[in-house]
Nanobody
Framework: VQLQASGGGLVQSGGSLRLSCAAS????????MGWYRQAPGKQRELVAF???????SYPHSVKGRFTISRDNAKKTGYLQMNSLKPEDTAVYYC?????????WGQGTLVTVSS
C-alpha cells in the first residue's frame, strides 16, 4: 500500500489550499485517516483526523479553518485548509490505517507567506 500526498505549495496568508492523499495497492477500506504536519525544528503534530464513520477531530490551532474528508470509493483523503497563517507552514503528511497497520504518505510542503 502506498499513499501519495499532493496539493502543497506557496500561498499568501489568508489563502487556501486543498491537500489530497491517494492510496494505491492492496487497500480495501481504511479505518482511520489523518493529516499531520512537521515544521522545521518542531515535532510532528496531528492536525486532522477522521474515522471510517466520518467522525472528525481537530486541534484548537486549526479548528474552524481546516476540514478533513474522505472518499472511500476513490480511496482518497483530503484536507481543505482555509485562512492559512504563516505558522501553518510545514511539511504535511497523510496517514491511514487498515487492518491495524499504519501507512504514511511522503509529505507535501505547504508554505504560507505573510
Amino acid at each position: 500500500v502506498q499513499l501519495q500526498a499532493s496539493g502543497g505549495g506557496l500561498v499568501q496568508s489568508g489563502g487556501s489550499l486543498r491537500l489530497s492523499c491517494a492510496a494505491s495497492g492492496r487497500v480495501f477500506n481504511f479505518n482511520n485517516m489523518g493529516w499531520y504536519r512537521q515544521a522545521p525544528g518542531k515535532q510532528r503534530e496531528l492536525v486532522a483526523f477522521i474515522t471510517s464513520g466520518g467522525y472528525t477531530s481537530y486541534p484548537h490551532s486549526v479548528k474552524g479553518r481546516f476540514t478533513i474528508s474522505r472518499d472511500n470509493a476513490k480511496k482518497t483523503g483530503y484536507l481543505q485548509m482555509n485562512s492559512l497563517k504563516p505558522e501553518d507552514t510545514a511539511v504535511y503528511y497523510c496517514y491511514a490505517e487498515e487492518g491495524g497497520i499504519g501507512y504514511w504518505g511522503q509529505g507535501t510542503l505547504v508554505t504560507v507567506s505573510s
